[in-house]
C-alpha cells in the first residue's frame, strides 16, 4: 500500500555548492546520500490531511468536525503566500529525527525566519478560527504536525549518518540556492 503523502510547505533546494563534487563530498560523513534532485528545506509540516483533521476533531471533542477541518485547512492552504527563492550557506552537518537522519543545518536569510514565523502565526489562527483551545499544546502534541519542538531549524535531509557519534560536524562552507515555496502534496 502507497503511504499517503504528507503535506508541506517547502523550498526546492536547487543547489548544494558550486558543483556536483562539492555535495557529493558529504558522502565522506552520510551513507545511502540522497540524490541532489529533491532535496528540500521544510518551512512548516502539516502532514497527513486526514490525520490533521482527526487530530482536530479529537481535539475539540467534535465541536469541529473532521470534514470542516479538512476542508478548512485546504483553502487556508490554498491562500498561503509563495515565498521566493534565496540564497543561504551550510557549514554544519546535524543529526535529526532521533539521530537516523543526517541534515545540513542551514543559515537562512532573516526574511526566510520572518516568513516562517507568519506561517506557524497563520496555523495558530487557523487553529483558532477551529475552535481549538490551547494551540500551542495541541501544536506539540498534533501526530499529524509532528512538531517535537518549539524552535525551527532550518535544516535539509541528506541521508543516514556514517557514525553513531551524536554530532554536530563541521564541513566546509557551501552556498545553498532555494526556489520558490511550492506547497508539496496541496
Known amino acids: 500500500m502507497q503511504p499517503v503523502p504528507r503535506i508541506t510547505v517547502e523550498v526546492p533546494v536547487l543547489s548544494v ?9 558529504l558522502g565522506n560523513y552520510v551513507d545511502a546520500l540522497r540524490r541532489p534532485q529533491g532535496l ?4 512548516l ?9 482527526r487530530d482536530i476533531a479529537d481535539w ?22 509563495v515565498l521566493a527563492g534565496f540564497a543561504a550557506r551550510t557549514e554544519r552537518l546535524v543529526l535529526l529525527g532521533g ?5 545540513l543545518e542551514v543559515e537562512v536569510p532573516q526574511h526566510v525566519r520572518d516568513y516562517q514565523v507568519s506561517l506557524v502565526k497563520a496555523l495558530h ?3 483558532d478560527a477551529l475552535l481549538v483551545d490551547n494551540v500551542d499544546d495541541f501544536i506539540l502534541s498534533s501526530q499529524a504536525l509532528g512538531f517535537r519542538y518549539p524552535r ?8 543516514r549518518p556514517k557514525s553513531r557519534d551524536r554530532g554536530p560536524w563541521d564541513i566546509e562552507p ?9 506547497i508539496r502534496n496541496r
Do not use: Q
Request: aromatic share 6%.
Open 17 to 25: 555548492g558550486t558543483g556536483a563534487g562539492d555535495y557529493e563530498a
Open 40 to 43: 528540500h528545506l521544510t518551512l
Open 45 to 53: 509540516h502539516i502532514g497527513v490531511l486526514a490525520d490533521f483533521a
Open 60 to 81: 475539540t471533542k467534535g465541536n469541529t468536525t473532521a470534514g470542516d477541518a479538512a476542508g478548512t485547512a485546504v483553502a487556508w492552504l490554498e491562500g498561503l503566500p
Open 99 to 103: 539521530g537516523r537522519v543526517s541534515g
Open 125 to 127: 489562527e487557523l487553529l
Open 152 to 159: 525551527w531549524t532550518p535544516h535539509i535531509a541528506v541521508g
Open 174 to 182: 557551501l552556498a545553498v540556492e532555494c526556489g520558490p515555496s511550492p
